[in-house]
């Protein structure tokens, strides 16, 4: 595995390899990689010809106060999952590398990055969309994987490419969860041992979720009631937002006809943590 | 010549040619073409094995109460020109074709585009910004040549080009001008019979103030007073702005040290005029 750290190397490692006609996949990540990511670079290597993964803590998308400095770092560990999992190029660089001292553009969706987690974190997507933007032309990839686990995320940036025709397809692998259901995040690691286990209920309530529309419920109302009251028996958890929207438009719904994405933000302690699910009638 | 009316044609079109390993150059205009652009294409073709023009009055970039309906157009003629000066692709797409009904990604430069005519047309630069960062996606240019007399356009682009990491070289081509010295647009075409002389001050000025630098002159202040005594000879013209900003970061100067970029906007008339040079102690 070849390992770049910088802007120039990797663009044109990746313009060599363009014409040579193979199809470069994208994972992008901020590293401490878990069984998440590495079920990325396993899709990924189902449509590329070459995969590479990106390791970088962008700061344009922590907001004053959130956890930058403290974000978990470990990038031997990270290197050796890498050569584990096959990718073929590690892009890595460090801040200054990315960002010029007077660097003054940015990437904006304007509509579904403003719901959500985008109300509670202003300015988040816009850090998120533009350095994936700056990532898809240093490593010109033809796909890139992201995890729906960012549900989000996975809409701002479908709508980034499509309306900023960018030549990229986008490609989403499915949550990936430890055993007893958590959704694997990098930010589990805040997790204290009397925590970890109230961090459940973030999926417990999912799951209520979804045997309810299997019983035949279609009012998010009645549904959503039933989320609080699995989140509400712990008293711990503090709700950041409950939503029900439509999964393409993300505008907020009252029925469940069209697919609908169920997103939850809660805060377990001194960690936020994100989990979703589509709901569907069958 | 090829004419390409849809973005996935010419996309194709742009990875065929990419692929086979020829070096593609982008001339973008608005059409209603000139000498000026005329000159822009033939410094493609010295740089670039293939040359595309894309044709695209892009509504994005105009204010709400600008000349958008009244932009001159004049396809057919357009058409004879790229094909006497040799342009290999048209890129013509129609407003649906490049944005969505519900279209919401924007590129935004936050520094250099908030002066000179960022601050008379605010968004103006937004909208620049946006399309062309659509039309690099669509036309994947190795080069992309761009008309010095839109100076602070030029400015912009090329940090856009820097901060998000495009894999596009900007090569800026000089103003060109009518006999009389005219700087060459296509918005000349607003101006009356009566009108048409008086839209000469905007060069006289930058004559007068080059004079001044090569007789020794090096205040600001004083070419300031030079130049605008040239445009007031003129009744008629309004001075939207005259400034004198460092070349690269657009910041005011009061001394000619490093390269003064003097930029002006007139209105003669109902027709704003713009025009520019670079002011260099030898």
Known sequence: MRIETTVKGMQ?????????????????????????????????RTRADLVVLSIFVNPTQFLPGEDLASYPRD??????????????????????????????????????????????????FRGVTSVVAKLFNIVMPDIAVFGQKDAQQCRVIQRMVRDLNMPVEIVLGPIIREPDGLAMSSRNKYLSRNERPRALCLRRSLDAAEAMVKEGARSVADIKAGVLAVIAAVPEARIDYVEFVDNETLVPVSRIQRPVLLALAVRIGGTRLIDNTVLASP
Chains 1, 2 share one sequence.
């Open 12 to 44: 044109q490692l990746a313009l060599r390899e363009k014409r040579s006609g193979r199809k470069i996949g994208l994972v992008p990540t901020m590293g401490f990689l878990h069984a998440g990511h590495m079920s990325l670079v396993a899709l990924a």
């Open 75 to 124: 990038i031997e560990r990270d290197k050796d999952l890498c050569i584990e999992a096959g990718v073929d190029h590690l892009f890595y660089p460090d801040d200054s590398e990315m960002y010029a001292a007077d660097y003054s553009v940015f990437v904006e969706e304007m509509a579904l990055s403003k719901v959500l987690c985008g109300a509670s974190r202003p300015g988040h």
